[in-house]
């Protein structure tokens, strides 16, 4: 849910949420899914609750966190994962993806920071064994009791004996609610994103941005304040494609430049489980910082950006890694250093044969191999349109007339092209960043 809402995602789909354990009253043993759902703006799909829990708790615990629920179907009976019901009702019901994607839309565009969840009864044609299968939850949790399994172990031990006692049938229908909870959770998400696209709509709960629903704020003024949120993140080009390999357990060197300054501190204290080595600290020289102002919309309204201390990883600094260079499985270049440098660094990486992967940028940016023979040292590339049509112009190729260009925002850029050198490379091969 935190990892969804934190991309954008308004739709997360998942098996059975958790919920108060029995005799939780006494225990407070109670799942930490519906604080969740309390703090949460976004809409879970699931299959309601596990029997093995009390579901008539788990509900009004919902209720006293704010959060709406519903059932998907006819009908407001609540589901009970492998059983269509459970006893229990939800306060509302939607038939459609539709009124799900509308339900979702209105309680979203509140502002409020709590979640809702749809729960979707188990299909039809595997409903039938729902009987047999709650017969054997009763039998497993009388045989948890009698074995003294308490705590974390109860849930394991009870799907273990009921897939047991059901000669796998509860499997089965476990992995088809599953795939039915998949099925309607799309047709949902693509009911919203057209609801979304029909009024221009935006489903993160924020609503700070907005002046009324005829007056959004799709453009800066000038020469006044803009309302807005502000947020901090550590980015660069090369330094984002060094953390995403580090994350997936590769050992790149890191080569770039940064000041003696708060920024720089910063930015080292959060690359600790990066190879920095090879970062210049250079005194009275500010820390490369970049000012995105992006629309409502997601689109770069206005970008600032302070590089000028990328002009400092010159030639004679990188030459000492020489030997580094000349070993390495792969070389990845960013389009922010000098031209001198890619050009010394794609002459030692040809030189020794190894593969090179040049990061443009920044359309203007992306020129710099190709004004001179640097860029024959080139294996790799990862442009979006506006870079490969700066490329195509400095070599002198045509661009078919009419091609539209848009560019995305840096970060997902960069972190996609960290995941493709990712892809390219096994776990013992040493890569170098600039």
Request: overall charge neutral; hydrophobic content about 35%.
């Amino acid at each position: 849910m935190i990892a969804a809402h934190k991309a954008g995602i308004p739709v997360f789909v998942t098996g059975g949420i958790g919920g108060v354990h029995r005799d939780g009253e006494n225990s407070l043993d109670v799942s930490a899914d519906l604080t969740e759902l309390g703090r949460t703006p976004i809409a879970v799909v699931s299959a309601g609750v596990k029997s093995i829990l009390d579901i008539g708790r788990t509900l009004e615990f919902l209720e006293t966190q704010g959060v709406c629920v519903a059932t998907y179907g006819d009908s407001k009976s609540f589901p009970a994962f492998f059983s269509q019901q459970s006893g229990f009702t939800s306060p509302y019901h939607v038939s459609s993806p539709q009124e799900a994607a509308d339900l979702i839309a209105s309680t979203l565009s509140l502002g409020l920071q709590n979640g809702l969840l749809l729960a979707i009864p188990i299909p039809e044609e595997h409903a039938a064994t729902g009987q047999q299968i709650e017969d054997a939850i009763q039998t497993a949790v009388k045989e948890a009791s009698s074995k003294g399994v308490t705590g974390r172990d109860v849930t394991p031990f009870i799907l273990q004996r009921v897939n047991e006692l059901t000669n796998g049938k509860s499997l089965q229908a476990n992995i088809a609610l599953i795939q039915n909870n998949s099925k309607v959770g799309s047709q949902i998400a693509c009911a919203l994103s057209k609801h979304k696209e029909k009024s221009g709509g935006n489903f993160r709960g924020d609503i700070k941005t907005r002046k009324s629903k005829d007056q959004r704020i799709d453009s800066n003024t000038f020469g006044q304040t803009n309302p807005g949120s502000v947020c901090q993140s550590f980015g660069g080009v090369g330094r984002n494609i060094a953390d995403c390999l580090s994350r997936l357990g590769h050992k790149p060197l890191f080569i770039s430049a940064i000041g003696k300054d708060s920024h720089s501190d910063a930015v080292l204290n959060y690359c600790k489980h990066m190879d920095t080595s090879a970062v210049a600290r250079l005194q009275d020289q500010r820390t490369a910082t970049y000012c995105a102002v992006i629309t409502e919309s997601g689109e770069l309204s206005l970008g600032l950006g302070d590089m000028d201390i990328h002009q400092q990883i010159q030639e004679q600094y990188v030459s000492q890694f020489e030997d580094q260079l000349a070993s390495a499985s792969l070389v990845v270049l960013d389009g922010n250093i000098p031209v001198s440098t890619i050009d010394y660094v794609c002459h030692i990486a040809k030189k020794h044969a190894v593969p090179v992967w040049f990061e443009p940028t920044d359309a203007d940016k992306a020129c710099k191999p190709f004004l001179s023979e640097s860029w024959k040292a080139l294996s790799y590339t990862s442009p979006n349109l506006a870079e490969l049509c700066t490329m195509n112009h400095t070599l002198g190729l045509p661009t078919p007339t009419g091609t539209r260009v848009k560019k995305p925002p840096k970060i997902s850029k960069c972190l996609i092209a960290g995941q493709e050198v990712a892809s390219y490379l096994n776990s013992n091969q040493s890569i170098i960043l600039f």
